[in-house]
């Protein structure tokens, strides 16, 4: 496919607010696409390369495109780019810069200034495509003229939107067949808010009232003597996590896989920080002689599939079953009630313990990969809420020097108080901010400047924070009409604990409290 026919179904699309409009766009782009295309096409429209993250920051490619006066007529295609792409994720070693540059001169030459625009920004990441892939899904179901909720079930067992529409792409009929494979990540379920539990169980019906730790998220996988390991962005983290690689080895199981969340235990077994969890989480420490002192305990709350069979389909309470049937020793603590005293009980008992809150799920629910829904509902005391860095301030006096003060920003997918996908400011601080914190944004921040006025420096808004806060008031000032009172940085949704701006959290969420 000509990358010219992809950059002006790109620029249609950013030009239209109605759904129908973009899927009928997107079903009609991929009609037009070979199989074998696929994978690189969705890359490139998503800003998401099929080769991963290869090194190409804005100053790399910024400086490329500078350095090459762009094409008048356009001649590349899709496959083209990708073979480009694949060339600088295999370079390495000393020069690799030089020869990075020489090929993204080369490739920026023969492109024309639209495609120029384009391939910056779906070099850099520099596209809000968290809307889009949900469009994708339904577009590819109009292209192939098959049922949208089967195309979507694909999407999220493969863990893949690209491989799905390959597949699609080169046989319809087999998408239907695509399902849990052990071994390959599985998009997670996800869950909604509620205020208290009694709330939430108004939500759920009977429930299953679980300790909320605040870890890390781990998906286990086992095929015999085979074992994987994913965190929550479906990253594989297996080499770097040997004491959960044992702990799935020793359950009484053929092929399993699990979904839990890990964390550190003091001596006494009460939660360390979770700052402690990502270090150890983020380091291979393998071998390594404090490993002992910092292993980390997986916590199991669900199971997928068990010895050849498929779960999610069956009710939550089965699935519990199951799950108290091999694993009882690594559980999440519960109670299965409709009570909201006992669930309260629960909930004091959590926080009692360290942990977080609860998870309140409904015990007849299906796991619903992928999707944050109903039929799970955290409840937090403390408000914690992942919001987008939208600028920052020069600190002055102890922090003169570095980047301080957060602009922050929450999601407004619907457009109410600016454009339609964009972000609302609600906020500024600069509590809760280590020295580590203040160094590792005063770093990385300047590569997301957008404008600079010497005083603050206004940012892509790509990097999400988690935020907690006491609650909010009403305001003028901001265009949202909300502030944040009492706003303190836990930590940054980056890395392994990585949270994409377009999940961040919403407006309408922090409007919410004013009530
Ligand atoms: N018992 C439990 N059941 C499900 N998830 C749990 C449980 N205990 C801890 N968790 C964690 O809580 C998360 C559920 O909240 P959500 O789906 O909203 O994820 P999130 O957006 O990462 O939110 P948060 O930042 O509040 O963890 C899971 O991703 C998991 O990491």
Not at 127 to 137: C, I, P, Q
């Amino acid at each position: 496919m000509p990358l010219a026919r992809l950059v002006e179904t790109a620029e249609a699309l950013a030009a239209t607010r109605s759904r129908t409009a973009k899927t009928e766009l997107l079903a009609g782009l991929l009609r037009d696409l070979g199989p074998d295309e696929a994978e690189a096409a969705v890359g490139l429209l998503l800003g998401r390369l099929r080769q991963g993250s290869i090194g190409l920051g804005y100053r790399t490619v910024g400086a490329a495109r500078t350095a090459a006066e762009p094409a008048a007529e356009p001649s590349l295609s899709v496959s083209d780019v990708d073979a480009v792409l694949d060339t600088i994720a295999g370079l390495g070693g000393s020069g690799s810069a030089g020869a990075r540059n020489d090929e993204l001169v080369v490739l920026f030459s023969r492109a024309t200034a639209a495609e120029q625009d384009h391939l910056v920004r779906a070099m850099t990441g520099e596209m809000r495509t968290g809307a889009l892939e949900g469009v994708l899904t339904d577009g590819l179901a109009r292209a192939v003229g098959l049922p949208l909720a089967d195309v979507r079930r694909a999407v999220m067992l493969s863990g893949s939107l690209a491989g799905t529409v390959r597949a699609a792409l080169a046989d319809p009929s087999t998408v239907a067949g695509i399902g849990l494979a052990v071994l390959t990540p599985v998009q997670p379920m996800l869950a909604s808010t509620a205020a208290d539990v009694g709330a939430a169980l108004e939500v759920t019906g009977e429930a299953s009232v679980e300790h909320k730790l605040d870890g890390a998220r781990i998906q286990v996988h086992r095929s015999g003597s085979d074992v994987r390991i994913h965190t929550r962005s479906l990253a594989d983290i297996t080499s770097r996590v040997p004491e959960i690689v044992e702990v799935a080895l020793s359950l009484p199981v053929e092929s399993v896989i699990l979904d839990g969340e890990t964390l550190m235990l003091d001596d006494d077994g009460s939660p360390r920080p979770f700052q402690d969890t990502m270090s150890r989480f983020g380091t291979d420490e393998s071998g390594a002689e404090q490993e002992q002192a910092r292993v980390l305990a997986p916590r199991f709350f669900d199971v997928l599939h068990l010895d050849g069979e498929d779960l999610i389909d069956r009710p939550l309470r089965e699935r519990l079953e199951a799950l108290e049937r091999i694993a009882p020793a690594y559980r999440i603590e519960g109670e299965v009630t409709t009570d909201p005293a006992v669930a309260d009980r629960i909930s004091r008992e959590a926080l009692a313990a360290g942990h977080e809150g609860v998870m309140v799920k409904g015990i007849d629910s299906t796991y619903a990969a992928g999707r944050r829904g109903k039929h799970w509902v955290k409840v937090k005391p403390v408000h914690t809420y992942d919001l987008v860095v939208l600028g920052v301030e020069r600190g002055s006096g102890r922090r003169q020097g570095w980047l301080s003060n957060l602009h922050l920003g929450a999601r407004d997918p619907e457009g109410e108080f600016g454009p339609e996908g964009g972000f609302v400011m609600v906020g500024k601080t600069f509590k809760g901010l280590t020295d580590e914190l203040l160094r590792w944004q005063t770093e990385t921040f300047p590569e997301l400047g957008t404008d600079d006025n010497g005083w603050a420096l206004m940012m892509r808004p790509e990097v999400v924070v988690e935020i907690a806060i006491d609650g909010v008031q009403r305001s003028s000032r901001y265009p949202g009409g909300v502030a944040l009172r009492f706003a303190r940085v836990k930590r940054y949704r980056v890395g392994d604990d990585a949270k994409p701006a377009g999940e961040a959290d919403t407006i309408q969420s922090l409007r919410a409290l004013l009530r």
